[in-house]
């Protein structure tokens, strides 16, 4: 099972559930784990949205900072 977290407003990560299994993952130096997102906040989702809906995210700073966000790997791939 993954652990289970919810992202707010910016993007940032809130853990849930899993913390033993974080605690192991963090003794063993694992950069990344698969993780199930429980919710998202409204304006995160917006901003999620936005960056699917944008052709040229280049020519918006503002919605570029977010490309290497986690939450986002699914909504850049289509991009690439």
Do not use: C, M
Not at 42 to 50: A, G, L, S, Y
């Amino acid at each position: 099972l993954e652990p289970i977290v919810t992202i707010g407003r910016e993007g940032d990560l809130y853990l849930n559930e899993g913390f033993h299994r974080l605690a192991i993952v963090k003794i063993l130096n694992i950069e990344q784990i698969p993780v199930n997102v429980l919710a998202r906040h409204k304006q995160w989702q917006e901003i999620r949205d936005e960056i699917y809906n944008t052709r040229d995210i280049d020519g918006k700073p503002e919605l570029k900072r977010y490309i290497s966000h986690p939450d986002l790997g699914d909504v850049v791939s289509e991009k690439t």
